[in-house]
């Protein structure tokens, strides 16, 4: 079956660096994307992979390893702003994403 | 209009009634997609629409209708409401389905069938 997996939710402090991994299982690959989600707000978009490798996007980087089905979300500099739900999501052989249940992420003065 | 819009914004319901959830897009894309989001659960595609004219099931189609008779509108429709429906309800939207897309996603419709 199809499966994403990443953890349920996450404590940092602000001004501190946050590692949020997800792991996925699907038939075929065709990408991996994070999105973010403010609480009783829709999901916006962050970040996309498709090769492995390290993508920086500002204080924020992704990283893909195809051949362990794992990537990453790094959030350097934490402000309170980033406290919120992190999507997970595999892009699978029909071009259709599969979503993780999301780590919140809390930060902490 | 920009971007997409989704009404009703939240909706209290009866069970066993009928219920159309609207959703409008401004950017042209072709593809448009409805999720359900639940407490726990990742998004999960009710339906889904590559292009005008066309639509496709998701991971959890039943009970749910959606046409596609324009490239802006892609109405959700729920025929007979049972209390499993209880979510929020995000439309989504992108330029293409069959390649790397970014999905642009509404504001959500928050509904409760009791």
């Known amino acids: 079956g199809q499966n994403i997996d990443q953890p349920t939710e996450m404590t940092a402090t602000e001004g501190a660096i946050v590692q949020i991994n997800c792991t996925y299982q699907?038939?075929?690959?065709?990408?991996l994307f994070w999105y973010q989600q403010h609480a009783g707000e829709a999901p916006t978009f962050l970040s996309y992979?498709?090769l492995d490798g390290l993508e920086e996007k500002g204080r924020f980087s992704s990283f893909l390893s195809r051949s362990k089905g794992y990537s990453y979300l790094l959030l350097k500099e934490l402000q309170m702003k980033d406290s919120a739900s992190y999507l997970c999501?595999?892009?699978?052989?029909?071009?259709?994403?599969?979503w993780g249940a999301g780590t919140k992420l809390i930060i902490k003065p | 209009i920009a971007g997409i819009t989704q009404a009703p914004t939240s909706q209290i319901l009866a069970a066993g009634r009928r219920m159309t959830l609207r959703c409008t897009q401004d950017?042209?894309?072709?593809?448009m997609y409805w999720y359900r989001q639940d407490l726990g659960l990742g998004l999960r595609l009710i339906h889904y629409?590559?292009?005008?004219?066309?639509?496709g099931k998701g991971e959890v189609p039943d009970g749910y209708s959606v046409s596609r008779a324009n490239t802006d509108d892609f109405p959700l429709t729920l025929a007979s409401a049972v209390p499993s429906q209880t979510s929020v309800y995000f439309c989504?939207?992108?330029?293409?389905?069959?390649?790397?897309?970014?999905?642009?996603f509404g504001p959500g419709t928050r509904l409760t069938v009791l």
């Open positions: 699907t038939s075929g690959f065709n990408g």
């Open positions: 989504a939207s992108s330029d293409r389905l069959d390649s790397y897309n970014e999905q642009f």
């Open positions: 992979n498709v």
């Open positions: 999501a595999a892009m699978d052989s029909n071009y259709q994403l599969i």
């Open positions: 629409s590559n292009t005008a004219g066309t639509t």
């Open positions: 950017m042209r894309h072709n593809a």
